[in-house]
């Protein structure tokens, strides 16, 4: 954790983008990286799950996977506790000292602690949408709800030299 910030960049469809200055925790160019987030207000997640106001999110991201993975985490008193996992489908994703960008691919994939998955935003994929792409979200879709639980654990594992004792 060396606290360089770095844009963390989501291009969406349409050509869109949303930029979040985040905290890098690690870093390997072209293949992985682990930022912190802070949330500033509170985030509802599809009227599923709200995330609140001063929790913060772990993303890790991979080169060669079509989804990335938030791990919300409320802070304590005592130890910070998982919220969720918030998993975006994706086409791509580049890794680069100052920038982690990717293309959004709509539907998302959320992951309870008990390992339990929710499949989000499926009805607000666009009709004309490549076939390529819908190949690519299924398969994500088959990886991120067929193996939640081992993507909870090894998310929890990954996060765990980046949060703070308890």
């Keep these: 954790m060396d606290g360089a910030r770095v844009i963390e960049r989501k291009i ?13 925790l690690l870093l390997e160019p072209g293949k992985r990286a682990v930022l912190r987030y802070e949330l ?15 929790s913060f999110t772990i993303g890790h991201y991979w080169a060669d996977r079509p989804y990335n ?6 802070p304590g008193p005592g130890p910070p506790r998982t919220i969720g996992y918030y998993c975006n489908i994706i086409a791509s ?4 000292i100052g920038l982690v960008s990717y293309e959004d ?9 008990s390992g339990a998955a929710t499949v989000l935003d499926e009805e607000d994929l666009p009709t004309d949408l490549p076939s390529a ?12 709800t067929g193996q939640s639980r081992r993507i909870a654990a090894e998310i929890e594992r990954e996060s765990r030299p980046f949060l703070p004792s308890g």
Excluded at 93 to 96: E, F, L, Q, S, V
Excluded at 105 to 113: R, T
Excluded at 133 to 144: G, Y
Aim: with cysteine; hydrophobic share 45%.
């Design 12 to 24: 969406r469809l349409d050509g869109s983008t949303q930029d979040f200055r985040c905290e890098r």
């Design 40 to 54: 500033d207000r509170d985030w509802s997640i599809a009227d599923v799950l709200v995330v609140p106001r001063g």
């Design 69 to 74: 993975v938030y791990h919300w985490v409320r």
């Design 93 to 96: 994703t580049t890794i680069a």
């Design 105 to 113: 691919l709509v539907v998302d994939v959320l992951i309870e602690p």
């Design 133 to 144: 792409q819908r190949v690519l979200i299924n398969r994500a879709l088959e990886t991120l």
